[in-house]
């Protein structure tokens, strides 16, 4: 099974530029949500949907976009990437909202020049 | 916020010892859990404990869960080199799981 899987692995970009991370998972899970994560702050949730259509804020939205179409993706969009936004950003999912085991992808560097 | 905050922040032992980390977090829960991260890698889930169980074991990994102190401690016996990794809390609360800071782990040969 592949699990949750990110692409891509690495990414540089430039002051401004927009992008987006993708995430997809084959698990069937409802659950989906983004992190990031950087020294010494551990995980920040980003954003988090709890089913296709359903998306809510985190701890850290702002600079973000997702939209979840599908029960598989739930892709996280840089409209105007920042250098605040370097940093390594993991997607995960479970079964069902936050009472289940949370199944992490392996991740997507950033770096914003 | 209901981040756990994790302490210590880093712990060196020899192999064979026992390594015991600290989670405290600061509003009411649903569940706690905890994550390992190897260096470079995603989160792998370790164990889950509801908010109405007071211990729970897995393998080497013993978890306990006070509420009333609003704290839990992972407990790693026997520990390996293996278990050289970062662990992390996290509870679960209105659809959200958040994470603490971590605990860097290291364990010497």
């Known amino acids: 099974n592949a699990g949750v899987t990110q692409t891509p692995k690495f990414q540089v970009l430039k002051t401004g530029q927009s992008m987006t991370l993708q995430c997809a998972q084959d698990?069937?899970?409802?659950?989906m949500s983004w992190y990031r994560q950087d020294p010494g702050m551990g995980l920040r949730l980003i954003h988090y949907s709890v089913g296709a259509g359903i998306t809510d804020q985190g701890e850290v939205p702002n600079g973000y976009n997702v939209s979840r179409s599908t029960t598989e993706d739930f892709p996280l969009r840089l409209l105007s990437a920042a250098p605040s936004q370097t940093s390594v950003y993991f997607c995960a999912s479970s079964y069902s909202s936050s009472d289940t085991e949370a199944f992490f992808g392996q991740g997507t560097r950033l770096t914003v020049v | 916020s209901q981040q756990g905050e994790e302490d210590p922040q880093a712990l060196s032992i020899q192999e064979g010892e026992n390594a015991t980390m600290n989670c405290s977090y600061k509003?009411?829960?649903?569940?706690l859990q905890w994550y390992r991260q190897n260096s470079g890698r995603g989160l792998v889930h370790l164990i889950l404990i509801r908010s109405n169980e007071r211990e729970k074991h897995s393998g080497r990994l013993r978890v306990t869960l006070d509420t009333s102190k609003k704290s839990s401690s992972l407990l790693i016996t026997a520990s390996r080199a293996a278990d050289t990794a970062s662990y992390f809390c996290a509870t679960g609360y209105t659809g959200k799981l958040i994470f603490g800071q971590g605990t860097t782990l290291q364990v010497k040969p």
């Open positions: 509003t009411s829960i649903n569940n």
């Open positions: 698990m069937n899970h409802e659950y």
